[in-house]
């Protein structure tokens, strides 16, 4: 969690009624971000991450790609195990070339994988 105490030194000498309110504000925000259920490319609930799923090639290291629907070039992916999806499971993932504006590219060892991916 971001410290509160830094936010609250910013606002000096702001009314005590405007300090308070914002006190709260920060505390609750700050003491509720979430990412959210997985839901196909849908926007994580309080992060500018969004969830996809894909399936690895279905021969070892071989390059596939996932469409991301950004409109912009993502910076990171992050595997992430959904826990209501019985035999889910994360694999071994390589970046095989750089993400452009419509789909990152990937390679595995572990064929024909359901993996479900946070991107950024």
């Given at each position: 969690?971001?410290?509160?105490?830094?936010?609250?030194?910013?606002?000096?000498?702001?009314?005590?009624?405007?300090?308070?309110?914002?006190?709260?504000?920060?505390?609750?925000?700050?003491?509720?971000?979430?990412?959210?259920?997985f839901?196909?490319?849908?926007r994580?609930?309080?992060?500018?991450?969004?969830?996809?799923?894909?399936?690895?090639?279905?021969?070892?290291?071989?390059?596939?790609?996932?469409?991301?629907?950004?409109?912009?070039?993502?910076?990171?992916?992050?595997p992430?195990?959904?826990?209501?999806?019985?035999?889910?499971?994360?694999?071994?993932?390589?970046?095989?070339?750089?993400?452009?504006?419509?789909?990152?590219?990937?390679?595995?060892?572990?064929?024909?994988?359901?993996?479900?991916?946070?991107?950024?």
């Amino acid at each position: 969690m971001a410290d509160a105490s830094y936010i609250k030194s910013l606002f000096g000498s702001t009314p005590d009624a405007v300090k308070q309110a914002a006190d709260a504000a920060f505390t609750y925000l700050l003491g509720n971000l979430r990412l959210g259920p997985f839901t196909q490319s849908k926007r994580a609930t309080n992060f500018q991450w969004y969830w996809l799923s894909g399936t690895t090639h279905a021969d070892a290291n071989t390059e596939f790609s996932i469409a991301h629907g950004l409109g912009r070039t993502p910076y990171i992916v992050l595997p992430v195990l959904p826990l209501d999806q019985v035999n889910a499971r994360t694999v071994s993932l390589q970046v095989t070339r750089a993400a452009d504006n419509s789909r990152i590219y990937l390679s595995s060892s572990s064929t024909s994988a359901a993996i479900a991916l946070l991107v950024e």
